[in-house]
């Protein structure tokens, strides 16, 4: 069963993070630097929510806001579920699919470990079943 740390073992355990008090605009450009859909807001190492592409187009541009002059930690999402290193990956999937969220920050005690994405998970699926099948083409070809 594959768990959250192989996950950060093959994508790394850091994430990209702004402070507080940027801008959205600023975070949106990392994110298109960086082709993320979210970065972390921190302060200093402290953990205080998310910001993502869905948080923009929601609580900025559907309410007619600046980007130029909202702060992230004006529209971050602080209420996400977390996870830690030794938890499934099916339980990340089920969690993301209960709660139709698309992040879940990983937290290794009080540490904030990395950020686990849907696409990661899926990533990590689609190498499972590669490797079952290459496991099977194994088998299959060692009896012939």
């Not at 993502?52 to 600046?66: F, G, M, N, P, Q």
């Amino acid at each position: 069963m594959r768990k959250v740390s192989d996950i950060l073992g093959r994508k790394g355990a850091s994430a990209v993070a702004v402070a507080p008090d940027t801008k959205v605009i600023e975070a949106l450009n990392i994110m298109a630097e960086k082709n993320i859909g979210s970065v972390l807001v921190m302060d200093g190492g402290e953990y205080l929510g998310i910001i993502t592409e869905r948080d923009y187009s929601r609580k900025v541009a559907l309410k007619h806001k600046s980007s130029v002059d909202t702060k992230v930690s004006e529209i971050m999402t602080t209420n996400l579920p977390s996870v830690n290193p030794s938890d499934s990956v099916e339980h990340c999937m089920q969690l993301m699919s209960d709660k139709n969220i698309r992040y879940l920050p990983v937290f290794d005690g009080n540490l904030l470990a990395g950020i686990v994405s849907m696409s990661d998970v899926v990533k990590d699926t689609i190498l499972q079943q590669k490797e079952t099948i290459s496991h099977l083409e194994s088998y299959i070809h060692s009896g012939l």
